[in-house]
Structures are given as structure tokens and as C-alpha cells.
């Protein structure tokens, strides 16, 4: 099946913990985003990438940190710096950069205690 | 110039009744208009898109109508089943220079039996 994974489904972290969600497509998709979803909020851009070891802040991205290594990848890493980490994260990739459809992963609720 | 606006924030509709919601946008670059559907505990996915060529497109119950004079669209469901119950995105971008994708806030739909 082809898709997007993200894991783990939930996340609890103590404040002041790092911790990094998966992100991993076999769409063999060019571009990688990470989004953050509030409660009666759109989705709002983290950080994406266009392709391998190139990726660019979206609109939130202080207190957060990616890499992409392998095209399959996005890992992203919430850092003790993020104020407000307590979100539902999701992962999407589509074709090319901005174009096209975005597919979803299912999402990480991280909480942050 | 980046916003789209999304209402109602809730909507509850009876089944077999039509659910309708609204956005509006700012910027007249946008060219591509997604709606995209999100069960509880689920990433989005891609529901219908328009782009400003056609004032109206239609698949099954669902269908977006456009305006782009006065810069709004709207999703409507026809025939609103429960198992329409989820949330509703709309988004807009520039998708033929590739920009990011702006969601609007979200509107939980509940289609009572």
C-alpha cells in the first residue's frame, strides 16, 4: 500500500524533553511537509522540503527542527524551545513542491506536560 | 492578502439535508481551491478542487461552487449522511507558481440520523 506514515499515533513528553516524530512516504513524492493543527485552527506550516537535504521554513517553524536524508524521510523534531507544543502534527508530501495534491498522514497528537 | 476565511465554525444538519459552507480569500493570484476532509483522529484528505476557470464542479453529493468576482466558494453536500460527520478544510493557493497552500480554519460538521 502505498502512503504516508507517521508514528507513534500518540506522544507524551515531559517540558523541557526534545522529541522527534516520524514522517515516511512511499509515494516516492519530491516534497515533504510537516503542518501543526490546533483546535478551530486551519493547519499551519512548520516546515517543508522540495527534495533531499533541502528544506525551508514554513510560517511556525521557531522551536522546531527537521532534516530530510533520504527522500523517504522527514523526521521532525520538537524542541524544548517550542512554548506551546501540546498539537496534533501531521506529515504530507505531494509531486512537487506546492503542486498538486498533498496527501496526509494520519497525524501524532504530541502532549507535552 | 494570504487569509481565507471559513464559516460556519460548527454546523449540525439533518440527514437528508444540505450542508453548506463558505470561504472567502483575499488574494486574486490564488488559482487552485481544495477542499479537504478530516475524520476524527485522521489527516486530511483531498474531498474536491476547483480552479477559477469553471463556476461550479460536482462529483456525487458534493460540490464546489466559485465565485471569483466576489472571492468566495463554497462546498455543499447534498443529501448529508452521517457518515459525512468530520471536518471540512477549504485551502486556496497559487498552485501554477507553486505557492503554499493557506487552509482556512475548519468547520465540524455533525449530520444527526
Known amino acids: 500500500d502505498g502512503g504516508i506514515t507517521q508514528s507513534p499515533k500518540y506522544l507524551f513528553r515531559k517540558e523541557g524533553q526534545n522529541v522527534t516524530l516520524s514522517c515516511e512516504q512511499n509515494l516516492n513524492h519530491d516534497a515533504m511537509y510537516w503542518y501543526r493543527q490546533d483546535p478551530g485552527q486551519g493547519l499551519r506550516l512548520i516546515y517543508y522540503?522540495?527534495?533531499?537535504?533541502?528544506?525551508q521554513k514554513g510560517d511556525i517553524a521557531e522551536g522546531y527542527s527537521v532534516s530530510r536524508e533520504k527522500k523517504e524521510s522527514f523526521p521532525l523534531t520538537v524542541t524544548s524551545a517550542q512554548k506551546n507544543p501540546t498539537a496534533f502534527y501531521l506529515c504530507a508530501s505531494s509531486i512537487r513542491v506546492f503542486t498538486y495534491e498533498q496527501y496526509f498522514g494520519p497525524g501524532t497528537r504530541l502532549t507535552v506536560t | 492578502q494570504q487569509q481565507v476565511k471559513q464559516s460556519p465554525q460548527s454546523l449540525i444538519v439533518q440527514k437528508g439535508g444540505i450542508s453548506i459552507i463558505n470561504c472567502a480569500y483575499e488574494n486574486t493570484a490564488f488559482d487552485y481551491f481544495p477542499w479537504y476532509q478530516q475524520f476524527p483522529g485522521k489527516g486530511p484528505a483531498l474531498l474536491i478542487a476547483?480552479?477559477?476557470?469553471?463556476s461550479e464542479k460536482k462529483e456525487g453529493r458534493f460540490t464546489i461552487s466559485f465565485n471569483k468576482s466576489a472571492k468566495q466558494f463554497s462546498l455543499h453536500i447534498m443529501d448529508s449522511q452521517p457518515g459525512d460527520s468530520a471536518t471540512y478544510f477549504c485551502a486556496a493557493s497559487k498552485e501554477t507558481s507553486g505557492s503554499r497552500l493557506t487552509f482556512g480554519e475548519g468547520t465540524q460538521l455533525t449530520v444527526n440520523p
Open positions: 522540503s522540495q527534495i533531499v537535504n533541502d528544506f
Open positions: 476547483i480552479r477559477p476557470d469553471v
